[in-house]
C-alpha cells in the first residue's frame, strides 16, 4: 500500500516556474515507477510525465517535453515535476501516481494503482 500527498502547486504567470512535489508514504517505494498527470477543467486526465523505479527512464508528453523535468529521491520517498516556463494551457490540477508494474503503457492513467488527491496549479496570462 502506498499513499501519495502532492504539494507546490499554486498561481504563477505565464514564463514562470514551479516545482510539485508527491511525498509517498509505505513500505518500498523505490520499487515503483511514479507518473504525472493533469486535468483541466472539462478535459480528461492526461499524461505529462513518468520516471522508472530507479529514476534511470523517463518519458514526457510532446506538450511539456523541454520545459517540465521529472525527478525522484528514492531517499526521501519523493517524486518531483520541476516545471518551467509554463503557460496557460498548463492550468489543471495535477496528480501523482504510483505503480510497482508499469510497463510500456505508461501513459495510460488506467496502469497506475495508487494515486494523489492532486494539487491546483494556474498558470495567468
Known amino acids: 500500500q502506498v499513499q501519495l500527498v502532492e504539494s507546490g502547486g499554486g498561481l504563477v504567470q505565464a514564463g514562470g516556474s514551479l516545482r510539485l512535489s508527491c511525498a509517498a508514504s509505505?513500505?518500498?517505494?523505490?520499487?515503483?515507477?511514479m507518473g504525472w498527470f493533469r486535468q483541466a477543467p472539462g478535459k480528461e486526465r492526461e499524461f505529462v510525465a513518468h520516471?522508472?523505479?530507479?529514476?534511470?527512464?523517463?518519458y514526457y508528453a510532446d506538450s511539456v517535453k523541454g520545459r517540465f523535468t521529472i525527478s525522484r529521491d528514492n531517499a526521501r520517498n519523493t517524486v518531483y515535476l520541476q516545471m518551467n516556463s509554463l503557460k496557460p494551457e498548463d492550468t489543471a490540477v495535477y496528480y501523482c501516481?504510483?505503480?510497482?508494474?508499469?510497463?510500456?503503457?505508461?501513459?495510460?492513467?488506467?496502469?497506475?494503482?495508487?494515486w494523489g488527491q492532486g494539487t491546483q496549479v494556474t498558470v495567468s496570462s
Open positions: 501516481a504510483a505503480d510497482p508494474y508499469i510497463g510500456l503503457s505508461y501513459w495510460k492513467d488506467d496502469q497506475y494503482k495508487y
Open positions: 509505505g513500505r518500498a517505494f523505490s520499487s515503483y515507477a
Open positions: 520516471i522508472s523505479w530507479s529514476g534511470g527512464s523517463t
